[in-house]
């Protein structure tokens, strides 16, 4: 009995874990892809693909430009010609 109550605890600790990454703020994307393209000449574009990128990584670069080893993810992601997506 003891066992399987251990199991069941360490079943909603781990749910609950993954839960809060899967649920994070749904504006964390929007207000951190503003400020990563604050200084881009085409901010529209900029802000549709660090969307996108941000969506999938669940991080965005700090800085308007550069910094992408603070998120691996981020860095790898191309577009069909094997350029960066990500801004």
Do not use: D, W
């Not at 609950?16 to 574009?45: H, Y």
């Not at 993810?73 to 960066?84: D, E, F, R």
């Amino acid at each position: 009995m003891k066992l399987l109550f251990a199991l069941l605890l360490c079943c909603l600790l781990l749910t609950s874990i993954f839960m809060e990454t899967a649920l994070a703020n749904p504006g964390f994307c929007e207000s951190k892809c503003r400020a990563r393209c604050a200084k881009a000449k085409k901010q529209v574009r900029c802000e549709k693909y660090c969307n996108i990128c941000c969506a999938e990584c669940k991080c965005v670069p700090s800085g308007t430009y550069g910094n992408k080893h603070q998120c691996p993810c981020y860095q790898k992601m191309k577009n069909a010609k094997g350029q960066p997506k990500c801004p």
